[in-house]
């Protein structure tokens, strides 16, 4: 069978293409005119023109020439009319027209236009052959346009006015209303009774002007479903008038519209929420005496807080649309041209940096600059940020460390000077004892040295260290051992000595009590356990247990005597042990048997345990 050829007239260009598309799934071939000229010169071109699908404002009284509306006469085809939007009813002295919403739904325009060209055919615009093969045939349109009509998502119905009637409505009022088409035949007033109470008085000044002949073609308005749920619902009029003008009937269509509602409301809550977040910004922004600010892409500043006085000497107005970069001292524009770079590309908040900027007279300051990606205006990615003046700070922190540095350099000066008056004392004590032939005495005076010595170890080791007042606890112990095997077995052999230390920082309160423990316990094991030449093994070790040292010298020579204590006499030795092991709140413990085995248990304090 041939297709038919629909010439359309719609000046909206994306109405006409969503139209063709219908029409030609539909078996139609579509011509278009964007307006009554260029119909005119279509329809009388030699192509053949089965039906005119027309805006309603493109026809008669609506912009059409009188030349048109005659040729439309003569012609004898069909029209269709697009009704929306504020058009007014056109079909008045065009024959054989009928009319469709231009938003009408594809089954519904194509049962429309099946509907208009058999009635057109039945009217007697079709030749005369076969009259009723044509009248079946409208007959079975009819049928199928009553089936598409009544299986619509749309709510469809015919009323008679001014009774307020229904002559006709389709099964969709179900879904819609939760009332089927017979409830609105059987009750008049349904209609009424479901109108929401928010929309009732909306409802009847619409009412009205339909009565009084000036109808609205589209209104929105709430209505309560069976169910009790809320639903809100559009309805889109085409009105039937007598040969007075009066409106005699409305052919409507009702769509449910609840979640395009629900979706404004959200939206205009999502707005209404960013509306009162933008001033809550505003507010904190223009109260704060840093500044807060917003770049685009390329970095100008699209928006300043009003603290740019105070920080660069200009006001807001002078300082959005510039770059942000002319702010910064020339060295600092490529640190933070990559800093922004990093934000926009990774998205990530940038760490705190400072940045040496500029005022408006030249003067510098130091600018601690924080900023993250941040989108504006319909999504435009840019960054936030905030800048704080903190040149304050940084003379302060400059000055702090000058002043650290100036204690140092006086602190390691003070404990040069104190290992060389140590280091002199030990020299005079070693001298006095090699004068002196009394045995005893001699032993005492090189227990004293090797005490000196030990004390000028540890500010040896301070001297030499970046800290002032820490010492590495093992570096410390090993220099001691060494120089006690160093002073008394002066390389032989005959004693194995063993030394483990687990790397530690403590403090001097902590250090100068363990490197004398460790000088008297280790000193007494070289002196007393192997005499006459024994040979056997010492071992020093010193390990950290959570929040303890735990020091242990152990040897296999003779051991103690009985009732000892942790040195061989009760004497300077064994009395500084233990005075020293209550003065740093540990505990001791000698093993009694064959060898010596002596633990010493210390706890760390609070400036031992942190970080060197």
């Excluded at 009774?163 to 409830?183: F, K, L, Q």
């Excluded at 510039?322 to 990559?338: M, N, Y």
Aim: hydrophobic share 40%; glycine share 10%; with cysteine.
């Amino acid at each position: 069978m041939k297709r038919k050829r629909v010439l359309m007239v719609e000046r909206d260009t994306a109405a006409s293409r969503r139209l063709c598309g219908m029409l030609e799934r539909g078996g139609y071939d579509v011509v278009t005119a964007a307006g009554a000229d260029g119909a005119l010169e279509e329809m009388r071109g030699d192509g053949e023109v089965d039906l005119l699908l027309l805006d309603a404002e493109q026809g008669p009284g609506g912009g059409c020439t009188a030349a048109m509306a005659g040729l439309l006469g003569e012609r004898r085809i069909p029209v269709v009319f697009l009704l929306g939007g504020p058009a007014a009813e056109t079909a008045a002295g065009v024959p054989h027209c009928v009319c469709v919403a231009r938003e009408a739904e594809e089954p519904v325009l194509l049962a429309t236009l099946e509907t208009a060209i058999a009635f057109h055919g039945a009217a007697g615009g079709l030749p005369g052959h076969g009259h009723a093969r044509e009248l079946e045939d409208l007959r079975v349109r009819e049928n199928r346009l009553a089936r598409i009509v009544d299986n619509a998502k749309d709510m469809v119905f015919r009323m008679t006015i001014p009774e307020g009637r229904y002559e006709y409505m389709n099964r969709a009022s179900e879904s819609i209303t939760g009332y089927s088409p017979e409830e609105f035949y059987h009750d008049p007033l349904l209609v009424k009774k479901q109108i929401h109470p928010d929309s009732i008085g909306y409802f009847d000044e619409q009412w009205q002007k339909i009565l009084a002949g000036d109808p609205p073609q589209t209104y929105e308005f709430k209505i309560l479903h069976r169910s009790g749920e809320e639903r809100w619902v559009s309805q889109r009029n085409v009105f039937e008038r007598d040969g007075r003008g009066r409106i005699t009937a409305i052919e409507g269509i009702v769509t449910d519209v609840t979640e395009r509602v629900r979706a404004e409301v959200r939206r205009q809550a999502v707005v209404e929420a960013l509306r009162e977040s933008e001033e809550k910004f505003r507010g904190i922004a223009e109260q704060l005496s840093d500044v807060i600010f917003i770049t685009d892409a390329a970095g100008v500043i699209v928006y300043i807080s009003p603290a740019t006085m105070g920080l660069f000497g200009m006001r807001q107005h002078e300082i959005v649309g510039r770059v942000f970069t002319e702010f910064l001292r020339e060295d600092q524009i490529p640190v933070a041209g990559a800093a922004f770079a990093r934000v926009i590309e990774s998205g990530e908040p940038q760490r705190t940096i400072v940045l040496v900027m500029k005022r408006s007279d030249g003067s510098e300051f130091f600018g601690e600059l924080t900023a993250k990606m941040f989108t504006y205006g319909g999504g435009r990615p840019g960054t936030l940020g905030l800048i704080r003046d903190i040149s304050e700070r940084r003379r302060a922190e400059e000055d702090l460390a000058r002043s650290m540095e100036d204690k140092n350099t006086l602190l390691r000066e003070l404990q040069h000077r104190v290992k060389n008056s140590i280091g002199m004392i030990s020299a005079v004590v070693d001298m006095e004892s090699m004068r002196i032939d009394d045995e005893s005495i001699r032993g005492v005076l090189k227990s004293i040295r090797d005490r000196l010595t030990a004390l000028s170890s540890l500010y040896d080791l301070l001297f030499r260290s970046h800290g002032a007042d820490r010492v590495q606890l093992h570096d410390y112990l090993d220099h001691i051992c060494g120089y006690l095997v160093h002073t008394y077995l002066a390389g032989s052999e005959r004693i194995t000595v063993h030394k483990q230390f687990d790397p530690v920082a403590v403090t001097m309160k902590t250090a100068v009590p363990l490197g004398i423990i460790v000088n008297e316990l280790f000193t007494n094991s070289l002196k007393y356990a192997f005499p006459e030449n024994r040979r056997g093994a010492v071992s020093v070790i010193v390990r950290r247990v959570e929040t303890e040292l735990v020091l242990q010298v152990t040897d296999d020579g003779i051991g103690l005597p009985e009732g000892a204590g942790p040195v061989n006499d009760r004497g300077l030795g064994s009395v500084l042990v233990e005075l020293l092991t209550r003065q740093l709140h540990g505990s001791l413990h000698v093993q009694p048997g064959v060898g010596t085995i002596i633990t010493v248990t210390v706890p760390l304090s609070p400036q031992d345990m942190a970080s060197p």
